[in-house]
């Protein structure tokens, strides 16, 4: 992949990037909550926000955190369990605050002579009124009518309106990088929130006609990913998704493309490529499609084995459990007489194991015409072990009841933690796998339509 067009204006910013250093934490809390208050910090990494320490006011309700080694990037800070501030730290040896809580004149912390979180707090400025006005527009698209007779002109002024949005944020943010120019709210996050736009690269006039083209291969190319220090913040995981649900197809090999794209990206600093790849094991495996797990299992696993997450492992050894041609895991589960049914003793010469729940929408939406192929083809076979994630009783009886559910009905009464739902890795109902008589997985994770199809082949 050629080199990042738009990096260019950040690489003398960068030059001036802080190390890690001491930093005080400090202030003083107003109001009733002074005598005394627990003062918790948290650092960002990603969306997580791990514990970096807890202190008490004294009786004035002073406090201060002494720190070491703190890297650049968002914090949170919260007094007792009221609200929260987010804070930037890491450049500055100290960090003033004052709270005010549980009174008329304020609910929060102020911070004082800060140029840091002042960077911070113009940024977020923008971005809220950047953010209104798209809302706005979403809206306005929303609501109009797809047999609109103007619908196609309607839509062009949307896109117009988009576009102008777009540019006047990132022109906004570039006022921002003049006044600011040494902060890491101006060298990392304004990278991370800028959307690039084709009409502002003139050189790009004639490989583009439209943004969304245009995004789907420069969607980050104002984010330098040489450095971790994008991952102290929240943002970049927006980015990911904002991608991956926008300007990505989505088909297999959509999430294929971009799957590479992105870790080539992250490729430019170990921490970020392990990070990325957490990443996109996590959202894939709680939104599908499974594939796409197992194509990063197989690509970039061992890349990223020496850091990989407990919980990324056990994900791993799941699919290779649940993988086609494997025997699936025994269930014996009580159905609503309470007499336990073992799934591998259920006749059939094809099975399916139907994840879904009486509160889920899609479940009960989706479930009479799920119930209806099982009428078409029980007479040649078909046997559905259907499992509801409730927690009531009496609702998953009713849903029954008023689905008129017939086939092999059983629950644990546990939702999500239902020991089924764990051994067979269910992130989302309703969820379809498909075995064969001998209990052998063909497929899993499957829409309907494709079961209809195996179906169509199994029980000729």
Request: with cysteine; proline share 5%; aromatic share 14%.
């Amino acid at each position: 992949m050629q080199k990042n067009i738009f990096l260019l204006f950040l690489s003398l910013l960068l030059a001036g990037v802080t190390q890690a250093q001491k930093v005080e934490v400090k202030g003083v809390i107003n109001g009733p909550l002074s005598h005394p208050t627990t003062i918790s910090l948290y650092k960002y990494y990603g969306n997580d926000l791990p514990l970096v320490g807890t202190i008490e006011t004294d009786k004035k309700g002073n406090f201060s955190f002494e720190l070491d080694g703190v890297d650049r990037g968002l914090y949170e800070i919260q007094a007792a369990d009221y609200q929260s501030e987010v804070i930037v730290l890491g450049s500055e040896p100290v960090v003033q605050l004052r709270g005010t809580f549980g009174v008329p004149v304020g609910n929060g912390f102020a911070i004082e002579n800060s140029q840091e979180n002042d960077a911070y707090s113009v940024l977020m400025n923008f971005y809220s009124i950047f953010q209104s006005h798209m809302d706005s527009l979403n809206n306005v698209m929303r609501s109009v009518d797809p047999f609109n007779p103007f619908k196609e002109t309607k839509t062009k002024e949307v896109t117009a309106a988009r576009d102008s949005i777009i540019k006047a944020f990132n022109n906004s943010i570039r006022v921002a990088e003049q006044l600011f120019l040494e902060t890491y709210a101006v060298q990392v996050l304004a990278p991370l929130y800028m959307v690039p736009s084709y009409q502002d690269f003139p050189q790009f006039k004639d490989n583009y006609d439209n943004n969304s083209s245009f995004r789907h291969l420069h969607y980050f190319d104002y984010i330098d990913f040489t450095t971790p220090e994008v991952l102290n913040n929240p943002v970049l995981e927006v980015k990911y998704f904002s991608y991956l649900n926008d300007y990505t197809a989505h088909d297999i090999k959509g999430f294929e493309f971009a799957v590479n794209f992105l870790m080539k990206l992250a490729s430019a600093n170990p921490e970020v490529r392990d990070f990325t790849f957490e990443y996109l094991v996590s959202v894939f495996n709680e939104n599908g499609p499974v594939e796409i797990v197992e194509y990063l299992n197989n690509n970039f696993k061992d890349e990223c084995t020496s850091t990989m997450s407990e919980e990324t492992r056990e994900i791993f050894a799941k699919m290779e459990q649940l993988k086609p041609g494997n025997v699936a895991p025994e269930l014996s589960i009580n159905d609503i007489n309470y007499q336990s049914v073992s799934l591998h003793e259920l006749a059939g010469k094809a099975k399916v194991i139907y994840f879904w729940a009486s509160w889920c929408p899609h479940c009960m939406e989706e479930t009479p015409d799920v119930y209806d192929m099982y009428l078409k083809y029980a007479d040649k076979g078909l046997a559905f072990y259907a499992i509801s994630l409730d927690k009531d009783y009496s609702s998953w009886v009713k849903a029954i009841q008023d689905l008129g559910l017939t086939w092999t009905n059983v629950s644990e009464l546990k939702e999500w933690e239902s020991y089924s739902a764990g051994v067979y890795n269910i992130q989302k109902t309703p969820t379809i796998i498909l075995l064969d008589e001998n209990n052998v997985i063909v497929k899993r994770d499957i829409p309907p339509y494709i079961l209809e199809k195996e179906l169509d082949k199994m029980l000729k």
